[in-house]
């Protein structure tokens, strides 16, 4: 089991800035890719971003490419989503998960989710 845990939404302005944390605890962190997944009100969860076992790949989705930055730290188990340029249309809850094996960037064959962490950005 991997217990994933997000930390720092919040309430930004648009054109602002904040870092989204994700702590792991449980099995080797370093054995799972990463990613970063969001859900508007009334919408389906999408992808954000994605980084590979041991940091050597990242990908973004299209609406937030150039504006966010994924990175992973293995000694603190921890992966973060550095969002700048922020925009209304960002506002949604934030969660990562965890997935061993083969890379894929696809929300059914995440293995381990977190509760995520909401933000939201006013214009």
């Known amino acids: 089991q991997v217990q994933l845990a997000e930390s720092g939404g919040g309430l930004v302005q648009a054109g602002g800035s904040l870092r989204l944390s994700c702590a792991a605890s449980?099995?080797?962190?370093?054995?799972?890719?990463m990613h970063w997944f969001r859900q508007a009100p009334g919408k389906e969860r999408e992808f954000v971003s994605a980084?590979?076992?041991?940091?050597?790949?990242?990908t973004y989705s299209d609406s937030v490419k150039g504006r966010f930055t994924i990175s992973r730290d293995d000694a603190k188990a921890t992966v973060y989503l550095q969002m700048n340029n922020l925009k209304p249309e960002d506002t949604a809850a934030y969660s990562c998960?965890?997935?061993?094996?083969?890379?894929?960037?696809?929300?059914?064959?995440?293995?381990?989710w977190g509760k995520g962490t909401l933000v939201t950005v006013s214009s």
């Open positions: 998960a965890a997935k061993s094996g083969l890379w894929s960037t696809w929300k059914d064959n995440m293995n381990y």
């Open positions: 449980g099995r080797t962190f370093s054995n799972y890719a």
């Open positions: 980084i590979s076992r041991y940091g050597g790949s990242t």
